[in-house]
């Protein structure tokens, strides 16, 4: 009889270096104070937009020519003039829906410390930390936060996490098996919170708030709640106001998917650790670099031109892949961003993220062969925080000898996820473009914010449609409320109850 072989010890990394992004967590600093990058930070942090395989082509034909983008560029230099004027097609109501492109120059240090004081104080008093929200209350928080942490970050111990709480996040879906699992990894913790909603009648986000409200205020009570609202108005403020809680506040002048830089992003990453001041300095350094209207030189620009020509030129699907864990919700950010400003009167491309070189294994067989309505946008990381070599092997039955033998590591290799997929679905029509991101840290995810959010505000001015509105998510928001049975919705209840009894069911 074969015998079983017993591990007689745990696996030992010893040999293997240090975790850089453990060691800059541990090291990042809780607040440095206002951050201003020197001309070799700058340089050595610059974001690129790479349009090599937008401009040619396999066949002879480039899929936009740079005739084509000289022609539209006085098109854009007009819409990009327009929006700094504050003019166009740009209010919510009777507000002006541009607070996000004055920002950055309109934060403070000193506001900025206050956030990092009380998110300092409320980390130090818990265990987790949950940030509530959906949407743009959400995806620019979580995408920040997995961009500049580890992947494991909540089974890290609190000192290899900077000394900050867990972070988790809730609110963002109604599904009742995940929130049940989420409290029990918060179960016997210290828990703080911050809810964001501008009404507070978010459905998904309020019931997360009403239960973990519920149970908090059992134990530690309000000084563990933060509560990001309007200054104002609003059911969230009258709670906030009636129990106490700290208040952050959602400008009115911005939309939630641009509101990362807003105390709605600010005041949870600041409970993570993340260093807020260097996040602020990536914003203004990509608000001057695409101030001008030097159309060839602006990053902004030129991305919303090459965008608004595909969708022209019949793409109907974005690819937004990345070669990193880190960065992949980056892609997911920008599938809100751009769907819920470009999606109105049947305008716009559909954003698909990607995950390469795994989605390659996947969906890649698509891209390569399969219909031609496809635009793809690669986010590139150039420096990961850690390099991994490939070992020799005497065997080499994997044939991977002839890596190791030429020193070529993981690293060289995610970055022919790209590269190669780059190559290859240029060659086989798909045109695609790359921003390139140098490193993982506050200063670039801020610069890549600023320009997407640029780059979407004139592409929907392009368009010739308002892209601070989404009528569309409020018919959906509507249907719930009446099908829910909320008070005020009883004659749309029935006339969806009419309408529905009129289908003919079909059900296999």
Known sequence: MKQKTVMKSGLDISTWRANKTITKQKESPKNRGLFVPDSDFIKDNRLNLDITYILNSAYGIPFISTDELDEISGEVIEKHNRLKRGEGDCKDGDITMLGWQSLPDEITTRHLDEVISAARELAGRIDAFVSLGIGGSYLGIEATFKALTHTYFNRLSREQRGDVPEIYFLGQNTDPDFFRDSLDMLKGKRVGINVISKSGSTTETAIAFRILRDLIEKGAGSRSIFVTTDRTRGGLKKLADIKGYRTFVVPDNVGGRFSVLTDAGLAGLAVAGIDIHEFTAGFRNMKERVSHDDFWSNPAMVHAAVRHLSCKKGKKIEVVATNSTATYHLCRWMEQLFPE??????????????????????????????????????????????????????????????????????????????????????????????????RRNAFNIGQFYYMMEKSVALSGYLAGHNPFIQPGVEAYKKAIFAMSGKPGMEKYSEDITKATARLKRSVI
């Open 341 to 438: 400003s470009e999606g109105h009167k049947g305008y716009g491309m559909w954003v698909s993220p990607s995950m390469y070189p795994e989605n390659l294994h996947a969906n890649g067989q698509m891209v390569q062969d399969g219909q031609r309505n496809i635009l793809e946008t690669f986010l590139r990381l150039i420096n990961h925080d850690n390099r991994l070599e490939i070992c020799p092997d005497t065997e080499n039955l994997d044939g991977l000898n002839y890596l190791s033998d030429r020193g070529r590591d993981m690293n060289f290799i995610n970055r022919m996820a790209v590269d190669g997929p780059a190559y290859a679905h240029f060659q086989g029509g798909v045109p695609n473009m790359t921003i390139d991101i140098p």
